[in-house]
């Protein structure tokens, strides 16, 4: 079992900045490829951003020179840098880890971008 924990969500206003994060299993932590989902109102879980355990990344276009990821495998938490937020990147967020050929969620956490 992989529990993830998600933080830092709220509300903030067009052109704002959250960084968002996600604690993970200290014990298996590094061995983990990692990303960020997230579920409009109305609309289905998407990609966000994923990190390899070599820390390459990928990024949804939506959010490409925006939004960065990012993992401190020693704090073993994952992080979302969101700047010049935009009405449409409200949603819940989710922290995605991989183990085993398995995918486990966090609960998420809301970002509401609304002046």
């Known amino acids: 079992q992989v529990q993830l924990v998600e933080s830092g969500g709220g509300l903030v206003q067009p052109g704002g900045s959250l960084r968002l994060s996600c604690l993970g299993p200290?014990?298996?932590?590094?061995?983990?490829?990692m990303g960020w989902f997230r579920q409009g109102p109305g609309t289905r879980r998407k990609l966000v951003a994923t990190?390899?355990?070599?820390?390459?990344?990928h990024y949804a276009d939506s959010v490409k020179d925006r939004f960065t990821i990012s993992r401190d495998d020693a704090k073993n938490t994952l992080y979302l840098k969101m700047n010049n937020l935009k009405p449409e990147d409200t949603a819940v967020y989710y922290c995605?880890?991989?183990?085993?050929?398995?995918?486990?969620w966090g609960n998420g956490t809301l970002v509401t971008v609304s002046s």
């Open positions: 995605n880890a991989r183990y085993n050929n398995i995918d486990y």
């Open positions: 200290e014990s298996i932590f590094s061995s983990l490829p």
């Open positions: 990190i390899s355990t070599g820390r390459s990344r």
